[in-house]
């Protein structure tokens, strides 16, 4: 049985890929940052973080859907807040932005309990706290349970 933990573990694991090197998925695309595994699960301010880059994950809500004789479907909405220091603050949040979208679209093939992931929005914080910057996804997970 999936549960929204695994699934949460599971987007953990594939985030921490992104290592600024090659992708293991598509050759032709070398990771823009390397993550150093600072992927956690949880909600943290600019202030209590240590370690640029970093990736945090909320799970925002989980609606159950059940299809006939025990077909339980289950929708994970997911907060994706991508932090990252640095002087060209614009230009950094897309780039780790472009990167979490890399492993988002290979999810699938990766995890077959996963039927979909959905990226529903991309926002960057263009410089508003510079030189911190923010990319912020909200994620759409569909799995069976």
Partial sequence: MTTSADIISAISTELNRIDGGLSPFDRAYRFNYNLHRDVYFGFKYFDEISSFPSIYLTVERED????????????????????????????????????IEHIMQWMKKQYPAIEE?????????????APYGVALFKLEALYQR
Avoid: C, K, M
């Avoid at 992931?117 to 706290?129: F, K, W």
């Fill in 64 to 99: 159950y859907f059940h299809y006939g004789d025990n077909n339980r479907f289950v929708v994970l909405t997911i907060d994706l807040r991508g932090y990252t220091y640095d002087h060209e603050v614009e230009e950094s949040g897309e780039l780790l932005a472009q990167d």
């Fill in 117 to 129: 992931v959905r990226v529903l929005s991309v926002e960057t914080d263009s410089g508003l706290n």
